[in-house]
């Protein structure tokens, strides 16, 4: 780092949209006397690169213009915030800022999760702090709470809601016994959902999330093309219902797991307990709980999306890398992953591979003996029922709804088949797997 | 920071109890390799003192003895680990390690509360780290989470469960309806209160963590004797019973709230919405509730006690030392309790000058016109009725349970002693403080 006298931190900002925007007001406004005794040094921001230029919008800054790389090759600006999101140049004014020997500090989920590695490698060969705080969870501090506060742990486990969106359609759907569409044409018009919601709804955007935590939760590389990905599209208000009646609520989780045959990461619909605070985290909000072998589980929650709770975690990075400023550390305090050796080795267990519990609703035809053959495939296969709910038929045909002790997936997508199969058996099961985390 | 090219830190570890007796079994344990890849350098423990020597205990440990001050002035030792507890001789160790030129962690709230001001100035002085993570909410990296992932903010309250004997005292009662005499002794023959209790259910214990936020979150000194500190004796199963039919819990708070008259630091039973998180923090487990100008409310929970969650923070700053002595710092990164410049002169507010809403429970005779007579007075001292209860009586007292909407506690003391002085109010009333946290 700079082995300055001047107690200032010049910043760039790339990028004037939610995130930007609010990052700009955050610092120029009535937190910056606050900021500055925290920072020990005052922020500036002296350059600012805007696609729609709006001069009301960036009052007092001296420089202002359209084009990102202007900012990054600007030899004064010592810290550069990318706000700009998606692939596209934010990938290159990245990676350029770095290569100039700039801190950068990012909300970019996407690019951490899929590019990280080699935008890290150039950071690290840069010796600068490349940070993303605001890439996970929105305002709440998990990343430093991961990379840090843990750190003497071996985490187990963390399983967290990481998508606003996804949770305020579930809340809804439950809270108000409603059906998916319904809900989340609602959310779109309430802003809390895109015109294009599949990265939020499929869990792509969680998935994105759940590869950078399980990074610093283990030690890996990211790895985003081996995270396990499922929406919420599937979900109905009657596997609600019968989860309520079973005491579960359902949750679209991001869960990472290490077991003694390798490291599981994968997004998708999930029964636990009503008992679980991470159950009773609603709305738009996220909560990621961690399992560490010496601390137990902690848990960690709030607005995980917003300009001014996103613009809070990148504020909170770069009064970090003003501290690192003041102490005069000749290289960043923090892996950026939290590992100064990494293990890059570990294994990524498939699907099919992983233990878990099962909620099936199983379309069966109201005949004599169907559950006693359901009964028989699944011990076949070694899977032991924990629960049966069965109701009074209103139509020809009657869900019958199962919850499994704990199975091997391979070992149920094969019973599944096999169930799917029978002439009694009208259509496809609604598979939803089911967690109880320790406490 | 010392400039070693050498990859180790060397640390001494005073006091072999819970606290201490953990963090030498994380340290040399299974996670070591994990510690040391996150770390950046190995951490070899390389003094230890206890008072009672027991040889197995610190098998391949060079340096055993029973005198502190043999490990501060060990001149190998980079990082003495404070682990004593109490008063004295704690602070002597802690200055004299301080004065040596070593890093300093420490889990003694009570020093940090009462005496953290000196030894913060001392550690300054030297250019050392005084760090004390695992002094508030055990496990849970709160410290941290002030001081560095809330850093842009400016904090507008916390309010935490920071004392896990009261909490699961408070549990017992609610969930069992059980008196608070009984629930102690249960606490205490399984191990979780002391058989001098008072610390823990006074709030004393509370208010020396809570005192140790607030400076952190408002940046101001240290002011342990100005916190507000009321216990939870007087708690009856009747009044959790009432509190649940208004939708509320009742929870042992430390609160920590900034309005525009001034700072408020109080621990007292308050009454909260079931609807919060927080009120669903049960047993023996920690949580605060943290709301800030950009990030809004975050809550962060999990075990506030117990030897490995406490030694899980110990460690931690620990690896953050270590961090700093690999990146060369030449100076700490951060300032002991967040602020390069704090604010000296702000104004904590007495107790008789806050203003919230309050619970009561009035012991009144069953007379025609009581209920009048009490409205009257309170609507004399500006104080309006949000809800009432009032049950059909079954002796000749009947209690009047009333909700009051804000008001200034002096006003309400008022009126609480002429309401007392009433010849239809048979005894004492009960008073409770209700918060309704913005999430």
Chains 1, 2 share one sequence.
Not at 194 to 217: C, N, V, Y
Not at 257 to 267: A, D, F, H, P, T
Not at 301 to 315: E, F, H, I, K, R
Request: charged share 20%.
């Amino acid at each position: 780092m700079e082995n300055k006298l001047d107690k200032e931190v010049k910043v760039g900002i790339c990028g004037l949209g939610t995130v930007g925007g609010a990052t700009l007001k955050l610092l120029t406004g009535e937190n910056s006397d606050e900021i500055r005794r925290r920072a020990g040094a005052s922020i500036s921001v002296s350059q600012v690169a805007t696609r729609t230029l709006n001069h009301s919008q960036v009052d007092g800054i001296p420089c202002v213009g359209t084009d990102p790389f202007a900012v990054v090759n600007d030899p004064s600006v010592e810290v550069v915030i990318e706000t700009i999101g998606g692939y596209d140049p934010a990938y290159q004014v990245i990676k350029q800022a770095l290569s100039n020997g700039k801190h950068v500090i990012t909300a970019n989920k996407a690019l951490i999760a899929e590019r990280g590695n080699e935008l890290f490698e150039v950071a690290q060969k840069s010796n600068v702090v490349l940070a993303f705080e605001s890439s996970v969870a929105g305002g709440i501090p998990i990343i430093k709470g991961l990379r840090e506060g843990l750190a003497a742990n071996k985490i187990n486990w963390l399983a967290g809601i990481i998508n606003g969106t996804g949770n305020f359609i579930l809340t809804k759907m439950t809270s108000d016994d409603r059906q998916f569409n319904d809900v989340l044409e609602e959310a779109q018009t309430l802003g809390y959902a895109e015109a294009d919601p599949t990265f939020d709804i499929e869990g792509i955007d969680a998935a994105h999330k759940l590869t950078i935590m399980s990074s610093i939760a283990f030690g890996i590389p990211l790895q985003f093309d081996k995270t396990y990905t499922e929406g919420i599209s599937e979900i109905t208000p009657e596997d609600i219902s019968y989860a309520d009646e079973l005491g579960y609520k359902i949750k679209h989780l991001g869960i990472a797991n290490r077991s003694l045959s390798g490291i599981e990461m994968r997004v998708h619909p999930t029964l636990i307990s009503k008992a679980q605070l991470l159950a009773n985290v609603n709305g738009v909000e996220n909560a990621v709980m961690i399992n560490g072998n010496a601390v137990g589980s902690t848990l960690y929650s709030g607005p995980g999306a917003g300009g001014d709770a996103t613009a809070s975690a990148v504020v909170a990075d770069l009064i970090d890398i003003a501290r690192h400023k003041i102490a005069r550390s000749e290289s960043p305090i923090y892996p950026s992953l939290g590992y100064q050796t990494m293990y890059e080795d570990a294994q990524i267990l498939n699907i099919e591979d992983i233990k878990t519990e099962y909620y099936l609703r199983i379309p069966a035809m109201d005949r004599v003996g169907v559950m006693a053959k359901i009964s028989s495939i699944l011990q076949t296969h070694g899977i032991s029922i924990e629960a049966v709910i069965q109701k009074e038929p209103i139509s020809e045909i009657v869900p019958i709804i199962i919850l499994t002790h704990l199975a091997r997936e391979r070992n149920l997508n094969l019973a599944m088949n096999e169930i799917e199969s029978l002439e009694e058996v009208a259509g496809a099961i609604n598979r939803i797997r089911v967690e109880s985390f320790e406490v």
